[in-house]
């Protein structure tokens, strides 16, 4: 069975990752790949909506609500905060690459995404693959345009994707 490639996209806030994520997911899915993202935050975010059957059942006692339609299925799971590992490890099976925002306690192989060539280096202590960034500049590692999807792709497919 092939191992899912997950690769971390870090970036100072408003750097771009999430229109950056975006767009290497489109360009990844139309490519016949199997896509995951997981977004971490330290910020408290409602699981749902408060008052719906599924909030309710939830406030109840559930530990799992599963909230099925015909555009995909939602499952809630309340209780303590999972660490990476378990996340990831629940959520990846049958994905080829799984991107990962957040984590930046987790080690992983990461694409930094800078706004402009003058911005801050990320602190990371992870393997940093490349740099996006719309201006180019000289670095110790790829500095890849945020169009250079096949550059990109290819990055990826030197890391097993």
Request: net charge negative; with cysteine.
């Amino acid at each position: 069975m092939k191992q899912v490639l997950v690769v971390g996209i870090a970036g100072w806030h408003n750097s771009g990752k999430t229109t950056f994520i975006e767009a290497l997911v489109h360009e990844l899915v139309s490519r016949d790949m199997h896509v995951g993202v997981i977004k971490h935050t330290r910020q408290e975010v409602e699981l749902d909506t408060e008052g719906t059957d599924s909030w309710r059942m939830g406030q109840a006692g559930a530990e799992r609500v599963a909230l099925v339609g015909p555009a995909g299925m939602a499952l809630y799971e309340y209780g303590p905060e999972p660490d990476f590992d378990e996340v990831l490890t629940r959520f990846s099976p049958g994905l080829d690459i799984v991107l990962v925002e957040g984590y930046k306690s987790v080690p992983m192989p990461r694409i930094e995404v800078r706004r402009t060539a003058s911005d801050e280096a990320l602190p990371l202590d992870s393997e940093r693959l490349a740099i996006v960034c719309s201006e180019p500049f000289k670095a110790d590692v790829p500095v890849l345009s945020p169009d250079d999807i096949e550059g990109i792709l290819a990055l990826l497919k030197e890391r097993g994707l």
